[in-house]
């Protein structure tokens, strides 16, 4: 069954987020470690959380697996990933695992 990650980085009053960093540099990571065993992928730029309400989240990274093997695969990989936060944010993400439905 497809399993899923995905990254959120909340906003708060005090948070920070290097949008052109986390597009270059932490993305370019992401594929170097991990590549290789997301079979897509997705990044959510936060603009609104509504009509008229700021963004509850900075962005929203989601990676789709083929299976819980690929997904243990890419964690045990994402050393590197994790150690490049503090390059472009102060934020302790929110992880979700999950499946998809069918």
């Known amino acids: 069954m497809p ?3 995905q990254v959120l980085y ?7 987020f290097d949008d052109a960093y986390y597009q270059s540099s ?3 990571l992401v594929s170097e470690h991990m590549g290789a065993h997301i079979q897509s992928q997705v990044v959510t730029k936060g603009l609104a959380g509504g009509p008229d309400t700021p963004p509850g989240f900075h ?3 989601t990676f789709v697996f083929a299976d819980q093997a690929a997904l243990d695969a890419t964690l045990a990989s994402a050393g590197p990933v994790l150690a490049d936060l503090p390059n472009f944010t102060n934020v302790t993400p929110t992880m979700l695992i999950g499946q998809t439905y069918d």
């Open 59 to 61: 962005a929203i990274a």
């Open 26 to 28: 932490h993305m370019d």
């Open 10 to 16: 909340p906003v708060s009053d005090d948070t920070t």
């Open 3 to 5: 399993m899923t990650l």
